[in-house]
Structure formats: structure tokens, C-alpha cells
């Protein structure tokens, strides 16, 4: 049965002087300083730490390096700490869905560098698995392996700064691109279920790039929709262990973190009126 995050957060026994849960999602994220690098799950809307963006806009760092596969929506998600200038430089492999994202990148007052999907995907992978870089076809043949990406703009609309080359090597006659891992300072994620040690458990979609950003960062808080206790979840059921977290926010039945959008909601009619419609 999960266990009550309020009892949890004061600890009275040995056992539980060792639990990672921080019961105020500011606190959670207090040391996060300005120029920060983050990795940041979630896949559109879906397993975003919604409940830590709150507190991160609250707790107010600037200067933020996010890596992430997107960064949110308008109103939503990262796009939150775009709205209020927090970050200001995006690691990313989708850029959509956001005007503000958008109109921040075109006028020079963000810096952005898009990557392949799997590409980023490995290089948080190998950020966790202590693995400084690693060749990949994907890329081969494009800006991406041979400079030139618009990275930053300036306010007159010309390129202030460019992606630079990167090295390649031929392996058994085809070529490949070095990428370097995504090392984060933080990592901040949302987990369905978890326990106070910080093994934790996602639920279907939100599998998405939480257990790498998890794994990528230094120091990662994990918000939790369902707390247990140590034991009470079965080992095989975990898809992250205990090590890659030190901090477990409970997500509360109301307020910023309990809240799921979807984000393109498509609806289909019911059969009776389809068929008055034919």
C-alpha cells in the first residue's frame, strides 16, 4: 500500500532517516543555481515533471541549459520557464508546438541545438553508464556532422553562432559521427509509482525519456504519483533503481502535479450519430 508522503517527510526511525523524500517540491529544487544543465523527461506532454517545473519557476534559476526532447507547449510544461526567460539554451529533438519557443529562437534570445531523436536518447543513456562519447551513423552527411546548424541568432536575423564540425570516423567502410554524452547537473522526472529509496516504476508512455534523463543527471528528483515503502514494490516491476535518484517528491491529489493534458485530443463520434450523419 503506499505509504502517507506527510508521515514519510519526518522521519522518526533509523530506517527512515535514510529517505529520499523531500515533501516540498521547492525545496526539492533549491539548489538548483543559475546556468544550470537539466535533464528533463517527458515526450510532449506526456511524463513531464510538471510538479518540478512549478517549483523551478518558483524557485527562479536562470540561464538554464535544458535537455529535453522538447520543451513543452505554450502555457505548459517547460514552455512555462521559457514564458518567464529561465532558460536559455535548449538541447532538444523536437522544436514544434511552441510559439513562444519559436519567437524566443528567431530573435536571438535563445540558443538551440537540435539533435536526432535516438541520438539524444543515447547521449543521456551514455551520461549514465559512464560512457564520454560514442560514434553514431545518424547525422552522417548533414549539418549535424559537418557544422554550420543556426544556433543562436542575432537580433538582425543572421547567425550568431553555428554548430561546429564534428570528427568522423570510417568503421568497416561506413561512416560515423562522434556525439558526446549529455552529462546534466540535475535530472528531473515523473514516475508513476516509486519508493522512498527512490526505485522507481513509469507507467506505459511516460517510459519515455524519464529513465534517461534520470540516469544523465548528477543530482536527479523524481516526482512520485504513488509512494511505497522500502520492499513494497517487486523487484521485477522496477525500470529504474534507487542509485540514479537521491530525491523523491510526493505528487499530491491536487495542484500543479496532479494535473494530465493531452496534448492533440481527437474524438470520435458515437455510432448512432455517424450513422444520422451518413
Not at 533549491?30 to 546556468?35: F, K, L, R, T
Not at 521485477?236 to 530525491?247: A, C, M, N, S
Amino acid at each position: 500500500m503506499p505509504v502517507d508522503p506527510l508521515q514519510n517527510s519526518a522521519p522518526t526511525t533509523d530506517d527512515a532517516t535514510l529517505s529520499k523524500v523531500v515533501s516540498d517540491p521547492v525545496e526539492a529544487v533549491a539548489d538548483i543555481p543559475d546556468g544550470a544543465t537539466l535533464a528533463v523527461g517527458g515526450f510532449g506532454s506526456c511524463g513531464i515533471p510538471s510538479l518540478l517545473i512549478d517549483a523551478l519557476r518558483t524557485a527562479g534559476p536562470r540561464g538554464l541549459h535544458v535537455v529535453s526532447n522538447n520543451c513543452g507547449v505554450d502555457g505548459w510544461g517547460l514552455g512555462l520557464l521559457l514564458e518567464s526567460g529561465q532558460i536559455d539554451r535548449v538541447t532538444a529533438s523536437y522544436v514544434g508546438d511552441n510559439k513562444e519557443f519559436a519567437r524566443r529562437y528567431l530573435s536571438g534570445e535563445l540558443e538551440v541545438e537540435l539533435i536526432p531523436q535516438g541520438t539524444l536518447a543515447e547521449r543521456l543513456r551514455a551520461a549514465g553508464s559512464g560512457i564520454p562519447a560514442f560514434f553514431t551513423p545518424a547525422g552522417v552527411g548533414t549539418q549535424i556532422a559537418e557544422g554550420g546548424l543556426p544556433w543562436r541568432y542575432a537580433s538582425d536575423g543572421s547567425v550568431a553562432l553555428a554548430s561546429p564540425p564534428r570528427r568522423t570516423e570510417v568503421f568497416d567502410g561506413r561512416t560515423y559521427v562522434l556525439e558526446r554524452a549529455a552529462q546534466a547537473g540535475f535530472g528531473l522526472v515523473r514516475a508513476w509509482k516509486g519508493d522512498t529509496d527512490g526505485n522507481l516504476v513509469f507507467r506505459r508512455a511516460a517510459r519515455n525519456f524519464n529513465p534517461l534523463c534520470a540516469m544523465a543527471g548528477r543530482v536527479t528528483v523524481a516526482e512520485v504519483e504513488e509512494l511505497y515503502a522500502p520492499g513494497e514494490l517487486d523487484p521485477d516491476e522496477v525500470h529504474l533503481p534507487g542509485i540514479f535518484v537521491q530525491r523523491v517528491v510526493p505528487v499530491g491529489p491536487d495542484g500543479p502535479g496532479a494535473e494530465k493534458r493531452i496534448e492533440k485530443l481527437t474524438e470520435r463520434r458515437p455510432a448512432a450519430q455517424e450513422e444520422t450523419t451518413r
